[in-house]
């Protein structure tokens, strides 16, 4: 059985002298900072351990974005057959319905991906 750990960072300041790390649960909302249940650990002043993070949001981001890409690109031609994306340009959702709506909608791509941990 797969295990997923679903945490979150920030980096401040990670390729100085004196980056600050924060690593965590909380979704740094109104809501994780008033209501939930969340940890998050402040790191300051550690270089090394800065760098991995922010190899580490190099990394995911790079892998989403070219996936992102690849899906507009790959998608547009299959709806089409003309080889033109039909996307929108790549912009953030503005509510949880805009990026995750389908990853609980049976039949969906999305939602296989979701329970199939693929």
Same mark, same amino acid.
């Given at each position: 059985?797969?295990?997923?750990?679903?945490?979150k960072?920030?980096?401040?300041?990670?390729?100085?002298?004196?980056?600050?790390?924060?690593?965590?649960?909380?979704?740094?909302?109104?809501?994780?900072?008033?209501?939930?249940?969340?940890?998050?650990?402040?790191?300051?002043?550690?270089?090394?351990?800065?760098?991995?993070?922010?190899?580490?949001?190099?990394?995911?981001?790079?892998?989403?974005?070219? &996936?992102?890409? +690849?899906? !507009? =690109?790959h998608?547009?031609?299959?709806r089409?057959?003309?080889? /033109?994306? @039909? %996307?929108?340009?790549?912009?953030?959702?503005?509510? &949880?319905?805009? +990026?995750? !709506? =389908?990853?609980?909608?049976?039949?969906?791509?999305?939602?296989? /991906?979701? @329970? %199939?941990?693929?």
């Amino acid at each position: 059985m797969a295990i997923h750990i679903h945490h979150k960072f920030i980096v401040i300041d990670g390729e100085t002298d004196h980056p600050t790390l924060y690593s965590g649960s909380p979704n740094f909302s109104k809501a994780s900072e008033n209501s939930n249940d969340e940890n998050v650990l402040e790191l300051k002043g550690n270089q090394a351990l800065a760098s991995v993070y922010v190899a580490e949001f190099l990394r995911l981001y790079n892998h989403y974005r070219a &996936r992102a890409i +690849w899906n !507009r =690109l790959h998608e547009g031609k299959s709806r089409t057959g003309s080889g /033109a994306a @039909t %996307h929108e340009d790549l912009v953030l959702a503005t509510n &949880r319905d805009g +990026w995750a !709506r =389908l990853d609980f909608q049976p039949g969906t791509k999305e939602f296989l /991906a979701r @329970t %199939h941990f693929l």
